[in-house]
């Protein structure tokens, strides 16, 4: 029995998971159109037929997956109580490493040439709604809402870091790691000082090294 031909967006996205293969194997510079073929069963034209070439398609996997991280974010950072959005957005975050590993290393470790590293824009993004919602929940408190990107950047730039270690580690599972962050980050904000101030003692011993 003959093959079945397959339909256009098939291929396309046939070659869009083997292109993610490889380049998370063997980075944008290590990867070849005719590896990429190789692997898909195909001729090198009809990679440039659907991507225009290796970057093409490197940018066309870069921004559908960059997309469905967002997404999948945002969707958990907008709704809920306090700390179940902060919860939401981490497991969000570890579900996308779990679910599709080769995309997250290629968002983070790859760029399209002449670009900004897609992660880092996407993770601004989140900066600016977790902004928004820390914003809402400082004024609900009496606090000074203009520090909210403040503690939205470091609040973000725990959950990525962290979700770097889990790439490999993979344990504890998402939801432990998540309640773990959680934890820290909610209870120091329930806890937070209207004036926070550094210690007497950190400021004498730093000026003490500086002397």
């Known amino acids: 029995m003959a093959r079945q031909r ?22 944008f510079d290590g990867t070849s159109v005719e590896e990429i073929a190789t ?14 070439g290796k970057e093409g398609l490197f940018k066309a996997i870069v921004d559908a997956d960059a997309k469905t991280l967002e997404s999948m974010i945002l969707d ?7 700390r179940e959005r902060i919860e939401g957005g981490i497991v969000s975050l570890l579900t996308f490493v779990e679910e599709n590993t080769d995309g997250f290393v290629i968002l983070v ?13 996407m993770l601004q ?11 809402a929940a400082f004024e609900h408190r009496g606090l ?9 950047q470091a609040l973000v730039g725990t959950a990525s870091h962290t979700a770097l270690w ?20 909610w209870n120091g904000l329930k806890g937070m000082e209207a004036q926070p101030k550094i210690e007497a003692t ?8 500086g002397a």
């Open 6 to 27: 397959m339909t256009g967006s098939q291929r396309r996205a046939q070659l869009m998971d083997i292109g993610r293969a490889a380049f998370a194997e063997r980075g």
């Open 39 to 52: 692997r898909a069963g195909v001729s090198k034209p009809v990679i440039y037929e659907h991507f225009g």
């Open 76 to 82: 958990s950072i907008s709704h809920g109580r306090w």
């Open 109 to 121: 470790h790859s760029q399209v040439p002449g670009e900004e590293r897609m992660f880092t824009t």
């Open 125 to 135: 993004r989140s900066v600016e709604q977790v902004s928004g919602f820390l914003g």
């Open 144 to 152: 000074d809402k203009s520090v909210a990107p403040l503690y939205a």
């Open 166 to 185: 889990w790439l490999d580690q993979r344990s504890p599972d998402k939801f432990a790691v998540a309640a773990h962050i959680s934890n820290l980050a």
């Open 202 to 209: 950190t400021a004498h011993n730093i000026a003490g090294e």
